[in-house]
């Protein structure tokens, strides 16, 4: 199996294996247990090998061994103990780290040699060390194979912040990659399902996030939609807007959303040619030309003299509104500003003056939602202003 350290990782594993090893080479100096000292009174044979141990410091590091010293027990009475079933390798390195002055490290691969052993013989004190280094070396450059068989280690002993770490980890894998995993180490299907439960929320994410792009697409192809039946209609000839050839004319797009609800207006300012404008429109009473009062889609433009700070100026402009129809099949609605509307700007006075109220459009004509216009209570319309700006 390949090293639970990530392949960038390569040159700490080899350094951490040479100490590690350095570090068993002294502890053997100590308690090499392949010979009998004063130090032991007890042998444990593994694979056919006797290794010469302490009674007393089993019984220090594990309650099993502790309990099976006592008088009722026969190893009580008896010089050694035969571990049928277990790895000489495994056991060694056991020993190492329940020596009090071995010194030995747990690494990776020595945590999950040892767990089955600290698991029987209940030495409770190693469990944190060992999920401690597991921990440290799971991410996401772990293969879903390792991942799998330390989640699997994590299962069998109780390893809590190592299980949810290995699902998180998990569930950012193949589905291909965890169902091959998982035949070769059997997860929980409690614990499974958790993976599985993590996938999902991932992906709702990002069905999610594409729904909101979609939406955004749509509003942008709605609105191009819009404008290629404005500008093959009317701003490809500037004669139909009257615009006076003499001056420089600049073009800016604001797009607003009015709400049904009465005099809530929608608004926004932009900045053509260093001139500050505020453009408002909002459905609301207006003058009919038989002298009564209607309900109207009425705009406002002003200057905004706050913001502007610079010399005497005055600005030519003309609007253009667009109605937008939102069943792409239909025609939006496009009316021009029948007049050129200027606004000045008198330094020493402080203030702006000519705001240009216009009425757009009845409402009566545009409230059928049925014909596209006003659809969850909003209006779409858009403003095209054309501005050209002088000196006085």
């Excluded at 192809?221 to 050839?245: F, I, P």
Aim: charged residues 30%.
């Amino acid at each position: 199996m390949e090293q639970l350290v990530p392949s960038g990782n390569d040159s700490n594993s080899e350094e951490s294996n040479t100490n590690n090893d350095d570090l068993k080479d002294g502890a053997c100096s100590t308690f090499g247990f392949n010979d009998s000292s004063w130090k032991t009174d007890f042998n444990l044979i593994v694979e056919g090998k006797t290794l010469h141990v302490s009674k007393v410091v089993l019984a220090l590091a594990s309650p099993v061994f502790d309990r099976m010293f006592q008088s009722d027990f026969k190893e009580s009475k008896s010089s050694e103990l035969e571990l049928p079933g277990k790895k000489l390798e495994d056991v060694e390195e056991f020993l190492q780290c329940i020596y009090p002055s071995s010194l030995a490290t747990v690494t990776c691969e020595k945590a999950l040699q040892i767990l089955p052993l600290i698991e029987e013989y209940q030495v409770s004190q190693l469990k944190p060390r060992c999920e401690e280094v597991l921990l440290e070396h799971v991410n996401g450059e772990t293969s879903t194979e390792n991942l799998f068989r330390v989640l699997n280690e994590a299962c069998c002993y109780d390893l809590k912040q190592l299980q949810n770490k290995c699902i998180d980890l998990a569930s950012e894998k193949p589905r291909k990659e965890l169902v091959e995993s998982n035949e070769k180490y059997t997860i929980p299907p409690d614990v499974l399902n958790k993976i599985l439960l993590k996938v999902v929320g991932k992906f709702e994410e990002v069905v999610n996030k594409m729904e909101k792009i979609n939406e955004d697409l749509f509003s942008e192809l709605e609105t191009l939609g819009t404008w290629k039946s404005y500008l093959s209609n009317a701003v490809t000839k500037a004669d139909s807007l009257s615009l006076n050839g003499d001056f420089k004319w600049k073009g800016k797009i604001v797009k607003l959303e009015v709400p049904v609800k009465k005099n809530k207006a929608a608004e926004e300012e932009v900045l053509i040619s260093d001139f500050p404008l505020k453009v408002s429109v909002a459905i609301t009473q207006g003058y009919t030309q038989g002298g009564g009062w209607e309900e109207w889609l009425i705009s406002n433009t002003s200057f905004s003299f706050l913001v502007y700070q610079r010399d005497n100026a005055r600005c030519s402009i003309k609007l253009v509104y667009v109605i937008e129809n939102r069943y792409m099949n239909k025609k939006s609605v496009i009316v021009k500003s029948d007049q050129t509307f200027q606004l000045l700007y008198q330094r020493a006075r402080n203030n702006g003056s000519n705001n240009k109220t216009e009425q757009i459009i009845k409402y009566c004509e545009i409230e059928d939602e049925s014909k596209g216009f006003l659809i969850d209570g909003i209006v779409k319309v858009v403003v095209h202003i054309f501005l050209a700006k002088h000196k006085i």
